[in-house]
């Protein structure tokens, strides 16, 4: 194992910050983040609403800085090879048609992590509940 991270949202303060307007909410998610979110809050949703994309966009975000976690934890006693300004956008949390969730990795992330750690696989678990949401990423090396 590389490194392992865990992550936990609070949903109250994260749906404050993400009806704010501007706020960095707006660059982390990839389009199609925001329309897993939405299809999730939809088909869960209470009969006649098109429910509240929020846990599920919480869980993400507590993925993509579980990520980073498990990624600092494996290059512990180095320095960060990027800035954190620069990643999330960059960590996309995917799932395969059966809803299992997976990390996938772009541009400078993708290459920072294949120099500093080499070919990896990464697992990922996220949940939501009451006020909170979590996650937690596994990074294994791939050989």
């Not at 999730?40 to 993509?64: E, I």
């Not at 300004?85 to 993708?110: F, H, M, Q, T």
Request: hydrophobic share 45%.
């Amino acid at each position: 194992m590389a490194g392992i991270g865990t992550d936990i949202v609070d949903l109250r303060s994260f749906r404050e910050q993400l009806a704010q307007p501007g706020s960095q909410f707006d660059r982390v998610f990839t389009g199609r983040e925001r329309r897993a979110a939405a299809e999730r809050a939809r088909d869960h949703a209470v009969p006649g609403t098109s429910g509240d994309a929020a846990p599920h966009l919480a869980a993400r975000w507590a993925a993509k800085e579980a990520f980073v976690k498990a990624w600092s934890a494996g290059i512990y006693g180095r320095p960060p090879v990027v800035g954190e300004e620069s990643v999330w956008a960059l960590i996309e949390v995917v799932a395969d048609k059966w809803n299992r969730p997976c990390i996938s990795l772009y541009g400078d992330v993708l290459t920072a992590v294949a120099q500093s750690l080499g070919p990896v696989a990464t697992h990922v678990s996220l949940s939501h509940d009451g006020d909170f949401a979590t996650a937690t990423v596994v990074i294994e090396y791939a050989d």
